[in-house]
């Protein structure tokens, strides 16, 4: 892999991280089935997770090493 092997993958996780959190919206936005909509709970749940990694590890990444606790405890808040 090259110089830009990492980004390309970050790209691709955000972007399915988003297409699973819209599949679990359109499930339960659509369906009149319990078990379908808690699926979809599951799906909102499992996509905003691997959002909020990468984000976190794009703000410890951006952040220098002496305030990478207090970023995260703004993270949190915000």
Sequence with gaps: MGHGGGKKVKNKLALFSL???????????ITPFVPVAFIGVFLIGLG???????????????????YHGRMASDRMIG
Aim: glycine letters at 6%.
């Design 19 to 29: 297409v699973i959190v819209l599949a679990g919206l359109f499930s339960i936005g």
């Design 48 to 66: 905003t997770t691997w959002i909020r990694v990468l984000l976190q590890s794009f703000q410890q990444m951006a952040t220098d090493l002496n």
